[in-house]
């Protein structure tokens, strides 16, 4: 069993629309988790670190954590084709880190 | 203008040579890593370092080498026992503590075996 699950996608959506990514993971010992945007023959790009089970939001993004479930999200309200990307989840233990396998995006417009 | 610089962007190498990628970083983080990344693979790690002069092995070290006297530098040499070395390769820099949560990442460096 992977560290981290994440549903590889593809995802279409249209313009406007609210995109829902999600991650699983196994490690209750993860502290730390983190979402990046990453565009086509690019490096990661981080979007959202969260530390603590709850809601962050910053502008579009809102990233969720519930470690109860061991489950986390990011939503994008309003999508825009320049969102069109693969969205990798993240979690930090100790000096470690370990990555979904990404959900690429496609919002048409 | 800040950040990680990994060169070069793309690279070819012949079957049984040696290639080092470089990655520089005026961030000032402790601990850099080095990432392959394959398709619907995500992220394996490969080296990192927490410290000059000290690096550990990550998942998928073999065929790989790194050095790490500097603080801004830390090369990945892909040798030639690494079997499989065409990838994307992505270098990352992080803090440690509370200013350092978190990890950047470099554009990439291309690397195929021709």
């Known amino acids: 069993q992977k560290e981290v699950e994440q549903d590889p996608g593809p995802l279409s959506v249209p313009e406007g629309a609210i995109v829902s990514l999600n991650c699983t993971y196994s490690n209750s010992a993860f502290q730390y988790f983190m979402w990046y945007r990453q565009y086509s023959r690019k490096g990661p790009e981080l979007l959202m670190y969260t530390y603590s089970s709850g809601n962050k939001e910053d502008g579009r993004f809102t990233a969720q954590v519930d470690k109860s479930s061991k489950y986390i999200s990011l939503f994008i309200r309003d999508s825009q084709p320049s969102d069109s990307a693969t969205y990798l989840c993240?979690?930090?233990?100790?000096?470690?880190?370990?990555f979904g396998s990404g959900t690429k995006l496609n919002v048409k417009p | 203008d800040g950040g990680i610089t990994q060169s070069p962007k793309y690279l070819f190498r012949k079957e049984g040579q040696n290639v080092t990628l470089s990655c520089e970083q005026n961030?000032?983080?402790?601990?850099m890593y080095w990432y392959r990344q394959d398709p619907g693979q995500g992220l394996r790690l490969i080296y990192y370092s927490q410290i000059v002069n000290d690096f550990q092995k990550g998942d998928i070290a073999e065929g790989y080498s790194v050095s790490r006297e500097k603080k801004e530098s830390f090369p990945l040499t892909v040798t030639s026992a690494q079997k499989n070395p065409t990838a994307f390769y992505l270098c990352?820099?992080?803090?440690?503590?509370?200013?350092?949560?978190?990890?950047?990442f470099g554009e990439g460096s291309w690397l195929t075996v021709v």
């Open positions: 961030l000032n983080h402790d601990a």
């Open positions: 993240a979690m930090r233990v100790f000096n470690k880190f370990y």
């Open positions: 990352a820099a992080g803090g440690q503590g509370t200013s350092g949560n978190t990890i950047y």
